[in-house]
């Protein structure tokens, strides 16, 4: 069983699936877990390796959904914290924003209940603190409010109220990590405010530190119906350009390759707490922080390991994670361009442009493919215009992002910054004005609602082909192979 992690990550993913649909009582499964852990010590003692390898895979997916049942069991509905007033403790894990009569802010909840009765619960909510109170990204607070529930077709959120007048208190305050984070963050919002046109500053305070709130709904609606707003959430594919940006820079000043990767790893963790340690951007930090590890220790780098040992961390951390889109769309569009490269080769176009142009869209093709079920799942819609519009939208977001970061190095110094400031801003302007140019393609949009078996089914089938594709590809090796000789 080659890459052993691989499919570790594969049996907890399996496992977090067949939670959503299994009935098999908490003593069931774990009297199902002895059983499979004493069989495979048996057959693995009488030397009948694959069956003990198989029944090990099956003890992987049983601890998965022990762990998924365990967090949902945390979650608000099932801790029986319904729609009401309720004092609430947990920690802030995203930078307040300021409007006109509240701050709004993102809390990991952890106990709730009654003013003599708390429960425990980890689940996610928006507050908006109409006492406008100096909140701080990191701290613990312990606050009054009502939660209420919204339903968006399979989404469902929660958001508590607080009142001018109510209770609220801070029981720890934020790290010297997430000050640290606090201060880079606010310190480049400054640099912003101070030399580029407001919405260029939206943008990419967006597109640059994760705060998408701030750009408007008129620019997301250009990408939304270009099928580009993913560009709009950082995560992986802007994690990997900060890699690629970091990396090449190191270069230039003649680093050797292992410190280049060791000086990569607390660059990206910077990078990561200045994003307000959003899960997409850890994630995706992780694995590149696992790559970077391969270098190291001077091991052949294999990324499908990376991508499935940093599930495997974030299954151990927050099993929860599993269960939101975020997660599975990082991940899955991450294996679709691994497995898509590996599967189909491009063609060897001398021309660097075009050999470029190919990777992008065979890159977004393979995306696609792999995200469509569960694009059509939770939005009940699929649009193919992205798979053309990427070709334009990642080489400019990729050169905005460069000279974003060429303007904070010279910013310090106020006539460079003033410079810089106008020609970013003009960048962004171009970019905002060529997402509406192809946002007209959101006409290419049709209907797709797939439920959960149709997704199931969707992959499987998808893994077969895949599977027959490389079987194929090696017997016709092999058959030349034989013919030569």
């Known amino acids: 069983m080659n890459y052993p992690i691989t499919w570790i990550f594969l049996s907890l993913c399996l496992g977090a699936l067949l939670e959503n649909v299994s009935l098999v009582s908490f003593p069931a499964l774990f009297a199902l877990l002895v059983l499979a852990v004493v069989l495979e010590f048996v057959f693995y003692r009488f030397r009948k390796y694959g069956f003990s390898r198989m029944l090990l895979l099956v003890c992987f997916v049983i601890l998965a959904m022990l762990g998924f ?121 400054r640099k912003f405010d101070t030399y580029l046109s407001v919405p260029a500053r939206d943008f990419l305070l967006g597109v640059f530190l994760g705060r998408r709130e701030f750009v408007p709904w008129q620019v997301r609606s250009y990408f939304i119906n270009s099928g580009t707003a993913h560009i709009l959430a950082v995560s992986g594919l802007h994690v990997g350009m900060v890699y690629f940006l970091a990396g090449m820079s190191l270069g230039i000043l003649g680093l050797r390759r292992k410190l280049r ?26 694995m590149a922080v696992i790559y970077c590890l391969y270098y190291i220790l001077e091991r052949k780098p294999l990324i499908l390991c990376s991508l499935a040992l940093a599930g495997i961390i974030i299954f151990l951390f927050n099993p929860l994670e599993y269960a939101g889109i975020s997660f599975m769309l990082s991940f899955l569009a991450v294996a679709g361009l691994i497995i898509g490269f590996k599967v189909v080769k491009p063609l060897r176009v001398k021309n660097i442009f075009l050999r470029r142009a190919e990777d992008l869209l065979l890159g977004s093709l393979w995306v696609n493919i792999f995200i469509f079920p569960i694009l059509s799942h939770f939005f009940g819609h699929f649009c193919f215009s992205g798979i053309v519009a990427n070709l334009a939208v990642i080489p400019f977001l990729f050169l905005i992002l460069a000279f974003t970061f060429v303007f904070l190095l010279f910013s310090f110094i106020p006539p460079a910054g003033q410079i810089l400031g106008v020609g970013l801003s003009f960048m962004v302007g171009i970019f905002i004005k060529l997402a509406w140019f192809l946002s007209w393609q959101g006409r290419a949009c049709f209907p797709a609602n797939l439920n959960f078996w149709q997704v199931l089914g969707y992959y499987l089938i998808l893994g077969l082909l895949i599977i027959s594709i490389v079987k194929g590809a090696d017997f016709i090796k092999y058959r030349r192979a034989a013919v030569k000789s």
């Open 69 to 189: 049942r365990q967090a949902l069991d945390l979650r608000f509905s099932a801790a029986g914290i319904e729609q009401g007033e309720y004092f609430f403790a947990g920690k802030v894990v995203s930078f307040p924003i300021v409007r006109e009569n509240f701050v709004s802010y993102k809390v990991l909840v952890e106990k709730a209940g009654s003013k003599k009765h708390f429960v425990r619960v980890k689940d996610y909510a928006l507050v908006k603190d109409y006492g406008v109170r100096d909140v701080k990204f990191g701290s613990r607070i312990v606050f009054k409010g009502r939660l209420d529930r919204f339903a968006h077709g399979r989404f469902v959120r929660y958001v508590i109220w607080v009142k001018k007048k109510a209770l609220w208190r801070v029981l720890q305050p934020p790290s010297i990590f997430e000050n640290t984070a606090a201060v880079l963050s606010a310190g480049i919002n």
């Open 261 to 286: 990767y060791i000086l990569l790893i607390p660059l990206l963790a910077i990078y990561a707490f200045m994003c307000g340690l959003r899960p997409p951007v850890v994630r995706a930090v992780l």
